[in-house]
């Protein structure tokens, strides 16, 4: 049995459990395939996951710690001179629950019952105390990173948004532009030597989160309502109904 994929989690972690709350990711995945949110959150089979990117998770972490040394000392970053950026990371109490996987920041969304919920890398605050979500992104291309015209870059820009719409809606006054602080691994060196170098990039992006409220509304009709039809840009919705026309999903001897 594999340790890493466990279908048909607890029904308490489903829609109508005590335990179901409304991620980021799980608004994301409504965006992507109705179908696959329904069966997810409704009837409690995910998607099976991708592995882990590690090498990028210790990045975001020591872009952390970095940005926590100016944190403390209410300064500014020398990326954030460099791009011209009058800010400097934001001090709240709750700044380390908001950037844990699991907590984040939440809301609760009177309207559907939804707890929202979702873990922000970073938060900044100008002048004129506006708080800017940044979100920290690490690649390795040979071309340098400056803007967001991949298609899965639609998946990063809703993700900035949601974390605008979460901390609007617990009360701080949010700036439409946030950041996304993207680390481009260098291939162009002679050797390894044990050491992988970056080149970081600072990418402005106006955010807007007006869609939220309509697609809350939707996410509420779609899980009290039946099964959405299986989307035809779903690898996932594919791949399931080639399975069910081989006509083999009972077939022992397979």
């Known amino acids: ?43 409690g089979v995910a998607r099976p996951p991708g592995y882990p ?45 908001w950037r844990e996987n699991f907590k984040g920041l939440e809301y609760h969304h009177e309207l559907t019952g939804f707890t929202v919920s979702g873990a922000v890398d970073d938060v900044w605050v100008n002048p004129a105390k506006e708080i800017i979500v940044v979100d920290y992104k690490s690649t390795s291309k040979d071309e340098a990173i400056t803007t967001l015209e991949e298609s899965w870059h639609e998946g990063y820009k809703r993700q900035m948004e949601v974390y605008q719409w979460l901390l609007r809606h617990n009360g ?11 680390a481009n691994g260098k291939k162009d060196k002679k050797a390894f030597d044990g050491k ?27 899980l009290d309502g039946a099964p959405p039809l299986p989307s035809e840009d779903c690898d996932y919705c594919r791949y399931r109904e080639a399975v069910k026309e081989l006509g083999i999903e009972n077939d022992l001897s397979i």
């Open 196 to 222: 992988l170098e970056f080149d970081i990039t600072i990418i402005p992006y106006k955010g807007s989160d007006e869609w939220m409220e309509p697609t809350l509304r939707e996410i509420k009709k779609t």
């Open 53 to 97: 990117f590690n090498l990028n998770s210790a990045v975001d972490h020591l872009l952390k710690k970095e940005f926590d040394i100016h944190r403390a000392g209410k300064t500014a970053h020398p990326l954030m001179k460099k791009y011209g950026i009058d800010a400097v990371p934001f001090s709240h109490k709750d700044i380390d629950v």
């Open 1 to 43: 049995m594999s340790d890493y994929y466990k279908p048909n989690r607890k029904s308490d972690w489903n829609y109508g459990g005590k335990r179901f709350r409304l991620s980021r990711s799980k608004v994301d995945l409504f965006r992507q395939c109705p179908r696959c949110f329904y069966v997810d959150n409704k009837l």
């Open 172 to 182: 701080f006054v949010v700036s439409d532009t946030g950041y996304f602080v993207y």
